[in-house]
């Protein structure tokens, strides 16, 4: 059977798979008028939702509303691919500019958030299908292999000492993936719906007497004001989350590029399918490659796997209703085969895109401005299901921090808090530079396929240099080109943010452009 056979009566789009399974929300009242609030939050997704209930559970008596332009989990909150995992975006860029002590206390904080975000839901009563299987990402190639290695030494190097490197054996023991030579497994993830885990956290925020209104855009955010066509909120801080739609707020068009996630779910799975492949500790699952993939097995058992179709529309528009081009929808069933062979004929039931937020130079903030009352969170890369929970607990304690309800803690010294960067080109560069980048990428993963070489291929190397893209939590990159960093590091101090972007490329990857439901 063909990949078009396959995707014969799809449904596409109609925001995510997660949400069919769940049916579309009832979007709660819009603002109807001018109103006051001690803080504002602007966005109704994870890093929105987390702010008001550690703001609220810190300070009961702060009033606080949440504006939504349509309903909770509209973005990428409820249309990721559920990976609650450890990556943050830019690590490495924070360990040059603030020491590598810096950096660990970081990726420390960001391994606790993985048991903070199972903690809260189990004590809030919110059921997310929420499984701790860890993360296995695998190399099915020599080159990938290579890249394997040096990210998992990298990522030992920041203290990650729980992880583990696996043989072909071992992997197949975990899953049976074609052509897999090796992978890479960390405790520090789990996998989870993400609509039940947004839906039920927005429920919880309204019951803690936090104001949320939904089909409410907010058009324009200025000192002590969040301003939508239906009335103005006036509060002491105004804070913005809203990742990859940020663009459509006034002025900030070039702020943080709206990069394109696409998925697909498959039909149920039998119990004979699942015993070709394996997969029984319900792992999130990645892959090394240039153009990576990643997938999850379901709490019904399916696989749902994405990866990049279309990466950025040009203007930074973004979707309404997650509808996906076919050509990307058959290029994402062709990796699931050739992951799976014992798949091919297995029908795809659903497929769906979103946007994700990423800043010129790949690293997620935490800001806020005591001068103003303006403060935001994201640039998450792909890696917001974890990230958006450490840094709304950061936004909290700066806030209470700033109105002298608190001291500084442990959050706010985190390296990424108050850092600023520069904004994405003006187009045309900014369309041409992340379509030229991907299909560099893709041409690259195709070369080491056929070469069977041990080494990244020149292409990818290139296109790293001019992407900026340094590994997925900042490095292999490094390790990639052999330079132990220095020639690497006078670059990124010449001209922060490099030319392109991504996830933060493998080498290690955790920039790399996210896991878009990582």
Request: hydrophobic share 35%; with cysteine.
């Amino acid at each position: 059977m063909s990949s078009t056979d396959a995707i014969v009566g799809t449904v596409n789009g109609g925001i995510s798979f997660w949400y069919a399974r769940a049916g579309l929300p009832v979007p709660r009242e819009p603002l109807a008028g001018d109103a006051s609030a001690d803080v504002v939050v602007v966005g109704g997704g994870y890093t929105g939702l987390w702010t008001a209930y550690y703001l609220k559970k810190a300070a009961p008596s702060l009033r606080i509303t949440v504006l939504e332009q349509k309903f909770c989990g509209y973005g990428a909150s409820g249309r990721n691919g559920g990976w609650l995992y450890n990556g943050v975006a830019g690590r490495d860029r924070y360990a040059r500019l603030h020491g590598r002590e810096a950096a660990v206390r970081l990726q420390r904080a960001m391994n606790e958030t993985v048991a903070e975000v199972v903690r809260v839901a189990g004590e809030e009563g919110v059921e997310a299908d929420i499984h701790r299987g860890g993360v296995l990402e695998v190399a099915c190639a020599p080159a990938q292999l290579g890249r394997l290695k040096a990210f998992h030494e990298h990522e030992a190097a920041y203290g990650e000492d729980d992880r583990e490197l696996y043989g072909a054996r071992e992997t197949a023991e975990r899953i049976r993936v074609a052509d897999a030579v090796g992978s890479t497994w960390t405790p520090h993830g789990a996998r989870l719906n993400p609509v039940k885990l947004v839906t039920g956290l927005a429920a919880v925020v309204e019951g803690l007497g936090v104001t949320v209104h939904e089909l409410t855009p907010v058009t324009e955010i200025r000192p002590g004001h969040a301003v939508t066509p239906y009335g103005t909120v006036r509060a002491p801080y105004v804070l913005r989350c809203t990742e990859g739609f940020t663009a459509n707020l006034k002025g900030q068009r070039r702020t943080w590029l709206p990069m394109n996630s696409s998925m697909i779910a498959t039909e149920p799975l039998t119990a004979e399918q699942w015993a070709t492949i394996g997969w029984e500790g319900r792992e999130t699952l990645g892959d090394m490659a240039h153009a990576y993939m990643y997938a999850q097995r379901t709490a019904d058992d399916r696989i749902a796997l994405g990866g990049r179709g279309v990466p950025y529309r040009f203007g930074s528009r973004t979707d309404n209703d997650g509808r996906t081009q076919t050509a990307t929808i058959e290029a994402l069933y062709e990796i699931l085969v050739r992951f799976f062979p014992s798949l091919t004929g297995v029908k795809v039931d659903h497929a769906w895109s979103g946007v994700l937020g990423v800043p010129r130079d790949w690293c997620a903030t935490v800001t806020l401005d005591r001068s103003t009352g303006l403060g935001w969170a994201g640039g998450y890369v792909g890696s917001g299901v974890a990230t958006a929970n450490l840094a709304a607990r950061t936004l909290r304690d700066l806030v209470q921090r700033d109105s002298g309800q608190a001291g500084a803690t442990e959050l706010t010294s985190l390296p990424w808090v108050n850092h600023r960067v520069r904004k994405w080109e003006p187009e045309p560069l900014r369309w041409v530079g992340v379509q030229g980048m991907y299909a560099t990428y893709r041409t690259a993963d195709r070369r080491e396929a056929a070469s069977q070489k041990g080494e990244s291929s020149r292409l990818a190397r290139w296109a790293d240099r001019v992407a900026g893209r340094h590994s997925r939590n900042g490095s292999v990159l490094a390790a990639r080109l052999g330079t132990g960093g220095s020639r690497r590091r006078r670059r990124d101090e010449a001209a922060p943010g490099g030319c392109c972007w991504a996830r933060g490329r493998h080498a290690v990857r955790r920039a790399r452009g996210g896991r878009w439901g990582r």
